[in-house]
Structures are given as C-alpha cells and as structure tokens.
C-alpha cells in the first residue's frame, strides 16, 4: 500500500516548496512597503497617526499569526468575501510582517542618537536632508541584522498556511510521510529545503553589512 | 485597529458582498447548484492512511478516494477535490469551500448542531492493540501502560474517556508519526484503526502486535450543509443503492481488509 521514497514524493515536496517561496516573497515584499508606512506613522508628528500606528501594532503582535489567517480566510467569508487560499494567507502574512518589521525599523531609527540630529541642524542640513544624508544610512546599518532574522522567520512561518488548505512545503512533507512512512528521511529533506529557502538571506544579509560598515 | 471611516467602509462593503452571497447560498439549492456549474467540490485529506493518500507516483488513492469518485461517476459530475486535514472540514463546509466532505467524516452530535450528515456508508472501528503475551481484554486491564494515539482522533476521545488511573496516554501529530513510533517499538500499546496495525507490523516483524479490543465503531457519513434537503435525500438515496448493490462494501474490504460493519448495513436498510 505504502512505498519507498522516490522522485514523485521529491517532486511533490519541491512543488511545496515553491508556494513557500511564493508565501515568503509576498510577505516579504507586501510587509516590507507596509512595515514602511507603519515605521514612519510610529515616529510621525501628528499625534493620531503615532496612535493608529501604535495601535495596529499593538493588535497584530498580540494576535498570532495563526489566528489573522483564520480570519482573512474564514472569517471573511462569513461577511461574504471570499478570498482564495492564497490571498488569504498572503494577506495574513504581510499583516503580520508589517506589524513586525514596522517596530524593528522604529526602534533602528531612534536608535541613532538625538545629538545625530542636532549636529546635522547645527551645520545648516535642511530636516530632509538630516534624514537622508545622516540618520538614515545609520538606521539602516543597524536595521539588518534584526530585519533577516525576522525575514527566516517569516519563511518558517508561511507553514502555518497549512491551516487553510494550502499545501505548501510543511504540509507536502506531511502527506509524503504519510504516504512512504519513512519520517526521518521525508523530514530530513523538508528541513534542508527550508534551509536553502533561508541560507541565502543570511548571506545576503552578511554581504549587505559588509557593505554598509564603512571599512 | 484601523480608521473609523476605513472599518465603516470595510463593514459597508461586507454588508454588499454579504447580501447576494446570503441570497445564492439560499436559492438555487446545492444539489441544482452542483449540476448548473457541471462540478462537484469535495473535500478530502490525502494524509489519511489508508482513507485517504498518495501512492508511489504521487496520485491520490485510498478508500475515500473511490468512494468519492463513485459517488461524482453516479452524479454525472466531474470532480473537484478540496484539500482539507481533518481538523478543519467544518469550516471549509460552513464557509461554502466544498460542496461536500468525503473524508471519514465521523457523524457526532457535536457536528450535528452545525452540519448535516447522509446516512452511513462506512464505519472505523476504533481499537486497542498490544503485545499478544499479555491479557487486556477492556480498559481495566490498561492501568500502568503506556499508549500510543494520534492527537485528537475520535481514538484518542474513546481512549481519553475510557482509561483507567495511572495509564499513560502518548500523542503524536499525524497517524504515520504514531506508527513510526510503535514501529520502532517505543510504544507497545497503540489505539487505532485495525488498517493501520498491519502497517505497523509489516515494520515490527520482531514483536508484532495483535487487537486486543474494540473501543467503538463509528459510523462515517457524507458530510453537508444543513437546510439542503434536496442533496441530502440524493447523498441519502445513493448510499442505500451502492451499499445494496455491494459497491461500497467492495471499496471498503479492499483497504480495509474486513466487510462494512452491520450498523452501516442495518442504516442503509432502514
């Protein structure tokens, strides 16, 4: 009934690995331009906008991720929207990275110190040109480390998208187990998979600090 | 969470999008609607063995899997398969993601309240098995073992309920991780479905393990949304035919070695 291993099964958790690839690209680009918007609303001037910011992020962290699916995918369609499983998680997803990345990038913004600012005015930079020319290239410098951790996490967590029907890597990993019953070898392959999905993001990441540390 | 004239507009447009959906889900009814779009959508979980499961080449087989495809040949439909695990068939049924779940879908009271159900056509039998030196013939004699059970299956309800003080209840994710462990022979009691002790045993040639009782059988339906009366006296129609021309007894011994059990033919009868 069962069978050993072979290049359909291998198949199978390679098509799964594309959609988490497609799952993490999505959150990855969407939470990306999101989680700018929401890094600026968190430091902007006009208290409503700090507050509405603050308070998105507040919500979405609080709420698991597993949760925000179920409701982008369920719950909408009790209100009568139906979204494809895709959709759903990708919006799910990109909620949930905003949220995250919003409040990295906040924290790396104020962390380049007040007297940063103030030596900028002191020689005559106009505020936009303070920001470009001098809190920014610094914000960014220590905005990468935390920014890819977050970002192999975000790859990891596209296998909850299982839960609305998604057959992405995780869940191809667990019908080929449930076809082979060979766990060690069928979850040893879904690992190294996710592994490659992740390894280059930390290189990236090493080149990029590389290039951003003035030498 | 977000602007007030934002959440107004979002809940407006809910309302929009609700109204027709209210009125489609109501008229035409499902069964009319299933044979206007010429497909059938049904919900099945493929990592369910030997219900439900892909083969060497990756196709889907499994008892589930022809019975499904009997059903959608007597229909005259193709068929659309819905992916779902079994944790999530009711809401993919509630939320108008599948016409219909055939994926040993166990008719309880619970389910009862939110969906409805056709007549039986199968039944698993939930049982114990162990080490055949030893003598356990009902959940007494269970006290001081360890068991194994997969996390949330209607066996691990009965085994949950049933247990003596002092029984150790072992959970695992899905049923090929439960195998995999008393394969390997760090659990010698597991509750089960009797397919699934050959699987283990054609891996634990050393110590094979034999059922020692039943715990219950429970009867299996085509699972459906309630107020569709009209697909439910099809799905109700179609069991009562294919269990008496032998069909679905037919599938059944072919994955499960043993004939259906004679709640299923006593309901297909009535």
């Known amino acids: 009934m069962t069978g050993e291993f072979n290049l359909f099964h291998a198949g199978y958790l390679l098509q799964g690995a594309v959609w988490t690839l497609l799952l993490a690209v999505i959150a990855i680009l ?11 609303g968190r430091v902007a001037r006009p208290w409503p906008v700090r507050l509405l910011a603050g308070a998105y992020v507040q919500v979405i962290q609080g709420t698991p991720l597993l949760i925000l699916m179920f409701i982008a995918f369920f719950g909408l369609s009790i209100l009568g929207i139906t979204l494809p499983a895709l959709v759903a998680a990708g919006v799910a997803l ?51 480390p935390p920014t890819v951790g977050f970002l192999v996490q975000v790859v990891k967590n596209t296998s909850i998208a299982s839960i609305v029907g998604f057959t992405e890597l995780a869940r191809a990993g667990q019908i080929v187990n449930n076809a082979t019953f ?10 190294g998979i996710y592994f490659l999905l992740c390894y280059p993001l930390s290189c990236w990441a090493r080149a990029l600090e590389r290039r951003l540390v003035p030498a | 969470m977000t602007h007030p004239t934002r959440r107004a507009a979002l809940l407006t447009a809910g309302a929009l999008l609700g109204a027709p959906g209210l009125v489609r889900a109501q008229a035409p009814d499902a069964l009319a609607r299933v044979r206007r779009d010429g497909r059938i959508r ?10 439900g499961m892909m083969d060497n080449r990756m196709q889907p087989t499994g008892s589930e899997v022809d019975t499904a495809n009997l059903l959608v040949a007597d229909l005259g439909v193709p068929l659309e398969r819905v992916a779902v695990t079994s944790a999530n068939r009711v ?52 006290a001081g073992k360890r068991i194994a059970v ?18 150790e209840i072992v959970r695992f994710e899905d049923d090929a991780t439960s195998i995999t462990a008393v394969a390997s022979g760090q659990v010698d009691y597991f509750a089960t479905a009797p397919a699934l002790i050959e699987q283990v045993n054609q891996r634990r040639t050393n110590r094979p393990l034999e059922v020692k009782f039943t715990m219950r059988n429970f009867p299996y339906g085509v699972g459906l949304r309630q107020g569709e009366p009209a697909l439910k006296a099809w799905l109700d129609g179609w069991v009562r035919t294919n269990v008496a021309n032998g069909k679905l007894e037919e599938i059944f011994r072919r994955y499960h070695g043993l004939g259906l059990p004679p709640e299923v033919l006593e309901a297909a009868r009535a």
Do not use: K
């Not at chain 2, 049904?42 to 219900?51: R, T």
């Open chain 1, 182 to 191: 060979q766990p060690f070898l069928c979850f040893t392959i879904v690992a």
């Open chain 1, 30 to 40: 969407g939470g990306g331009v999101l989680g700018l918007v929401v890094a600026i």
């Open chain 2, 42 to 51: 049904i919900a099945m979980d493929l990592g369910a063995p030997p219900f």
């Open chain 2, 150 to 167: 997969t996390r949330g299956t209607t066996n691990d309800q009965e085994l949950t309920r049933g247990i003596p003080r002092g029984t």
């Open chain 1, 94 to 144: 990109v909620l949930y990275s905003a949220a995250f990345l919003g409040e990295i990038w906040r924290g790396c913004f104020q962390a380049v110190p007040q007297a940063q600012h103030e030596a900028g005015a002191a020689l005559g930079l106009r505020p936009f040109a303070i920001l470009r020319l001098i809190v920014l290239p610094q914000a960014v410098r220590i905005a990468v």
């Open chain 2, 91 to 142: 809401p993919f049924l509630l939320t108008d993601r599948c016409d219909v779940v055939v994926s040993v879908f166990g008719i309880t009271e619970e389910r009862r309240r939110v969906i409805d159900f056709s007549i039986p056509y199968a039944a698993v039998a939930s049982v114990v098995a162990g080490l055949p030196a030893d003598t356990v013939r009902g959940f007494a004699d269970l």
